[in-house]
């Protein structure tokens, strides 16, 4: 059974840092894209981040470029999304994906960590 398991949401004040992780198991995730994807209050789910587990291929969403760092590591099968510089419109619900590089859709999703960022 696969399961992916965030964790590291927290309340931080504008400008500060916070480090989610997601712990990945249930098989192996050679094949697979990891994605973060946020759903702020009252929005839609977004596009937040993602790697490609093999290459380690990087992609951004624009709101985010130069403050977000996605990573990756094989050993722990853990993805990371660092967050630095954070606004208060980055406050939201932040989920963990993964996708199959054949599929367009994610297979799978997180239970979800909350981040809220204060002004």
């Known amino acids: 059974q696969v399961q992916l398991a965030e964790s590291g949401g927290g309340l931080v004040q504008t400008g500060g840092s916070l480090r989610l992780s997601c712990a990945a198991s249930?098989?192996?995730?050679?094949?697979?894209?990891m994605g973060w994807f946020r759903q702020p209050p009252g929005k839609e789910r977004e596009f937040v981040a993602a790697?490609?587990?093999?290459?380690?291929?990087?992609y951004y969403a624009d709101s985010v470029k130069g403050r977000f760092t996605i990573s990756r590591d094989n050993a722990k099968n853990t993805v990371y999304l660092q967050m630095n510089s954070l606004k208060p419109e980055d406050t939201a619900v932040y989920y963990c994906?993964?996708?199959?590089?054949?599929?367009?859709?994610?297979?799978?999703w997180g239970q979800g960590t909350q981040v809220t960022v204060s002004s």
């Open positions: 994906g993964a996708r199959n590089l054949i599929h367009t859709d994610y297979d799978y």
């Open positions: 249930g098989r192996t995730f050679s094949n697979y894209v």
């Open positions: 790697i490609a587990w093999s290459t380690g291929v990087t």
